[in-house]
C-alpha cells in the first residue's frame, strides 16, 4: 500500500517539475525580457537539483519512470 501511494506522490511531483524545468530552459535561453532571463538562469539549478532528489526517492522505492 505504501509504495502505491509512494509511486503516486512521486509521479505527481515529477511531471510537474520536468515541465517546469523545460520552461524555464526555454526562458533561460530564449526571453527578450533581461530579467525573465536572469530570473530562469539562477532558478534552473534549483529546479534541477529538485528534480534530482525526486528521481533519488524514486529510486529508493524501486518506481519505474523515464529518465
Request: glycine share 2%; proline share 6%.
Amino acid at each position: 500500500m505504501f509504495l502505491a501511494i509512494s509511486n503516486q506522490k512521486i509521479t505527481k511531483f515529477r511531471i510537474p517539475t520536468k515541465k517546469t524545468i523545460a520552461l524555464f530552459e526555454h526562458a533561460a535561453s530564449a526571453s527578450p525580457d533581461p530579467q525573465i532571463k536572469a530570473f530562469a538562469v539562477k532558478t534552473l539549478p534549483i529546479l534541477k537539483h529538485h528534480y534530482m532528489e525526486i528521481q533519488k526517492v524514486g529510486d529508493k522505492l524501486q518506481i519505474a519512470y523515464d529518465k
